[in-house]
């Protein structure tokens, strides 16, 4: 496989999911045993889907903008921006209309042209600031213990 074939894995899936079309490229591009975790919390695929379906339904607008890549060892490395603003619920939070935009860190390794883990850091304390769900100054203190 050559070095570039991994990239275009996660980046086809960063598509998908930027066309809502995650469900369709899942089979496809993402293992059944995917181990999935999001800022230290794991699942699996059917938890990977989930969080993606609710994103869309809390933040209808969102997109991820691919801002780097590489691949080190096995993995695949991607600093992404996600936007969005805030018009459906979020959990049991009422829409604020508010707009955010964020970084993700992405790793994920790819065997055999298929996604077998996903690893992301999102910067959810600057989400939290941006939507009006965190005071500014809560967030400033916390960041600069």
Request: hydrophobic share 40%; net charge negative; glycine share 6%.
């Amino acid at each position: 496989m050559s070095a570039e074939q991994p990239q275009n894995v996660v980046r086809t899936m960063i598509d998908a999911f930027n066309a809502r079309q995650y469900d369709a490229l899942a089979g496809t591009l993402v293992s059944p045993d995917l181990i999935y975790t999001q800022n230290g919390n794991t699942g699996g695929r059917a938890k990977w889907l989930q969080d993606f379906r609710n994103c869309a339904v809390s933040f209808p607008d969102v997109h991820l903008t691919v801002k780097s890549q590489e691949i080190v060892d096995d993995q695949v490395i991607t600093e992404l921006a996600i936007a969005g603003t805030h018009l459906g619920p979020l959990g049991e939070m009422a829409p604020t209309g508010k707009s955010f935009n964020v970084d993700i860190h992405l790793t994920c390794h790819v065997k055999d042209g298929i996604i077998v883990d996903w690893v992301e850091q999102v910067d959810e304390m600057a989400m939290a600031r941006q939507l009006g769900l965190m005071p500014s100054d809560v967030a400033d203190t916390i960041a600069n213990r």
